[in-house]
Structure formats: C-alpha cells, structure tokens
C-alpha cells in the first residue's frame, strides 16, 4: 500500500493544525496508525490521495446511508449550487424537511435547524432548563452529545477515544449542574431522581448508544427514564443524531413506541452536508425565539445546499424502503464475522442496529462505558491495520460505530469477509 502523499499531507497539516486534523478521531492515534488523506468517494468506495481504493464503513461517521455521491442526491444538490448557496432567509425546503421528519417522528409538532449536532444538543438543553425553569441535567457514561461544555463529562467518541473523558477549558462552574450515570442502569436513575428530583431539568440520552461502540438499551431502560422523567416534571430528550434514519424512516423513539419531550438530530438527515434540528412538543418548543424568549440562531442554519440534501436524502429513503434488505445483509454478514472468530476461539460480540455495529472482543455485550472498557482492543487494532493494508477502511477506533450504506450488498459484505478470514489466519 503506497502512501506518500498521504504522509506528506499528513506533515504539512500537522505544522499548521493541531493533530493535523479538523476532528480528533481522524488522527488515527487510537489504532497507532498515520491517518489517509482522502481525495474521492462514490457509492461504498472512498479512495486516498495515494490511488488506494477502500470500502468506507466510516461513511463519514453515519450521515450517508445511500453511500457516496449517490446520483439523484447529487443531481438536486449541483441545481441547488446553481441557484445560489445560502440566502440567510427563509425556503420552501426548510419547510418540506420539517414536514418529512414530523412524517417519520409524529409526536414532533415543532422543529427547527441548527448546523450540527453539537449545536442541536446544546439548544435542546437551553430549552428544557427554559421550560422547567431548573438546571440539573442527568447525562450517560460514554454517551456523546456533541462538544458544549456541558456535556463534556466522561463523554464518547474522540474524547473517549484519547483518554480525556472531560476537558480542560470546560469551568466546574459549567458541569456542576451535569450529573453522570452509567448507562442502562435505571436504579440510579431513581435514586438520583429522589434526591435531586426538583431540580433536573432534563435526561439526556442516546437510545442506542453509538458512540463508545454500539450499546443497546437493555430492556425497559427507556421506558423508564420516560416514566421517571414524567413523574418529576423533568424533559426527556433522545439524542437521535445518529439513530435518526438509520433504525428506519424514524428513530428509536418510534420503533418502541416511547415519545420523549424533544428529539435532536443530525448526520442522515443532512445526507453529508453539515445539519442538525431539534424539535418535539409544541409548549416546548414555542419557547423559542421569536415565538418566545429562548434565544438560539445561526447564519447558514437550515441553508438551501443542506436540506436540498438531506430532504432528496429522506425522499429516496422514504420510496426505497432500504432498511429490511440492509438489516437482513448486517445480521448475515455478522453472524459470519462472529463464526469467524469462534473458529479461532476468540470471543467476540457484535451489537448491531438495522444499519450499523460495533465488533467488540469480549464475551459479552458491554452494557455500559466500563464494560465496553474491559474489551480486548490490541485485536481492533490488528484487524484494523489488517483492513486497511487490504483495502477497507473501519473507523480508527475501537469506540466509534461501523456504518453501512445501502451500497454496501450481499458481494461486497462477502469480499469483507474474504479478507476479515485472511487477517484471522495471518495476522491474530
Ligand atoms: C455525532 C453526534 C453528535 C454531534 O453531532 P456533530 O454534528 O458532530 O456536532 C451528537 N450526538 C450524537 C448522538 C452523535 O452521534
């Protein structure tokens, strides 16, 4: 595998950006490897500066589930571009957006566009500790809600990646107010909620967690939260920005039937273009500026290029009917994964979602951040460099969920398996 021109890059970007990256995971540090630079993608292919071709599980860490570039996204999007890229004011696609997630989220009578999660995230907290009039908010071990400060406590993805569950340059004064608990564990949700029950704003929460690997919600663990937060007079918010459009056309929240007070979301439905929204009840949501007091607004937010995006993006979903297929193709191509590693007797657990997974090497499935830290992550490591020199790219780390695209079918999720025997047999 050549890559000097990656390695160039890679010292040039170091010289004039810390890490030589715009987001830390991308440094590839956590799997001891030096990162590619990337020069195009298409359908389930991404390929390096270098000529390298690979098949992306990283899919830009979940937006593009119709794969790179897919041609009727990209034809709507070049119109778009034509027509001018951002207006500052108000477009009709803003609006059909709105209508397509409240088709697939009913319960949510009111949205509004942000530019990323983070910002989606950091709102939705405004607005319930504006609504409930409190400022205590109970956040999840290894959950990750994007960078505010107030949710950059043992936090996942890159901060858990590099060892930094909390920030330097985040005051005390900030997360005093932010309460962590391990996930999947209602009883200390209710003890918490007996002590401080008055004061919590909100519980925040990823219902399936995707960002310290995939965990699953143990039974009832939503459910409860529901009727805990209800009981109290607290929100309930689902952290949908990665689940959203990727469990189905809707989220968690509508597949189990559990209706939390606000929904955040992001990656999918920009379909690769940078977006966020927040939205749920009406008497929630008509707190915010100019319907009401809470203050929250952006420059590019809900820009004609990024929901021309992610509104084709929800269309070609919502005609296609993907998720079935794509979710018979995961169960197959894991199960044979897990045979795989069997055969050798190593243990390994594969928590998957209609659309993405997590290959952990445990005997069993972590149920929070401190099992998911008990797994074996010198073989991630192994698989990862063996993939890599082999022509797949996973995520360069152990903690970030593996994403499939409808792009990735039954003869590609094979050629994978072709390879993930190969790197058993030589490099384990
Ligand atoms: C990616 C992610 C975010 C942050 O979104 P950005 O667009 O990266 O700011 C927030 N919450 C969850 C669950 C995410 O996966």
Redesign the pocket.
């Known amino acids: 595998m050549e890559n000097l021109k990656s390695k160039e890059l890679y010292e040039k970007a170091k010289n004039i950006m810390p890490g030589g990256v715009s987001s830390p995971v991308r440094a590839f540090k956590a799997v001891d490897a030096e990162p590619v630079f990337i020069e195009k993608a298409e359908g389930a292919f991404i390929f390096d500066v270098d000529g390298n071709k690979y098949i992306d599980f990283i899919l830009s ?2 937006p593009l589930i119709l794969g790179h570039s897919y041609p009727e996204v990209v034809q709507e999007v070049k119109k778009a571009c034509e027509k001018g890229f951002s207006y500052g004011m108000s477009t009709e696609k803003e609006v059909l957006l709105a209508e397509k997630i409240k088709k697939a989220f009913p319960f949510v009578q009111k949205i509004r566009f942000v530019n ?6 950091m709102s939705a907290l405004r607005v319930a500790r504006a609504y409930t009039k409190r400022n205590k908010v109970i956040k999840f071990e290894g ?5 505010s400060d107030f949710f950059l406590v043992k936090a996942g ?1 890159g901060g858990l990646t590099f060892g930094v569950p909390s920030s330097p340059g985040v005051p005390e004064s900030v997360i005093k107010d932010t309460i962590l608990l391990p996930y999947n564990n209602l009883e200390k949700v209710k003890e918490t909620f007996e002590k401080y029950g008055a004061e919590i704003a909100c519980v925040i929460v ?1 219902p399936i967690a ?2 310290m690997g995939v965990v699953l919600p143990k039974e009832n663990f939503l459910e409860g939260l529901r009727e805990i937060t209800k009981k109290y007079g607290s929100l309930l918010i689902f ?5 959203g459009f990727r469990v189905g056309f809707g989220g968690v929240s509508t597949q189990k039937n559990i209706i939390p007070d606000l929904i ?1 979301l ?2 999918v439905i920009g379909g690769g273009f ?1 977006i ?1 929204a927040y939205g749920g009840r009406k008497e929630v949501m008509e707190l915010v500026s100019p319907d009401g007091p809470v203050y929250q607004a952006g420059t590019l937010s809900g820009n004609p290029i990024a929901t021309t995006c992610g509104l084709k993006t929800l269309e070609i979903l919502e005609r296609e009917k993907p998720y079935p297929e794509m979710k018979n193709n995961l169960e197959e191509f894991t199960r044979n994964i897990k045979k795989l590693f069997h055969k050798k007797g190593i243990p390994v657990s594969i928590p998957k979602s209609t659309t993405f997974f997590s290959i952990f090497f445990s005997e069993k499935e972590p149920e929070n951040l401190e099992e998911v830290q008990k797994t074996d992550k010198e073989i991630f490591k192994k698989i990862f460099k063996g993939f890599l020199k082999r022509g797949v790219l996973l995520p360069p780390s152990p903690f970030e969920a593996l994403f499939i695209s409808i792009c990735h079918d039954k003869n590609l999720l094979s050629d994978v398996l072709e390879k993930m025997e190969d790197i058993i047999n030589k490099e384990i």
């Open positions: 860490w979940g990323s999660g983070t910002e989606a995230t959950c990750y809600h994007g960078h993805s990823e995707g960002n952290d949908e920005v990665i689940t955040t992001g990656k940078p966020g």
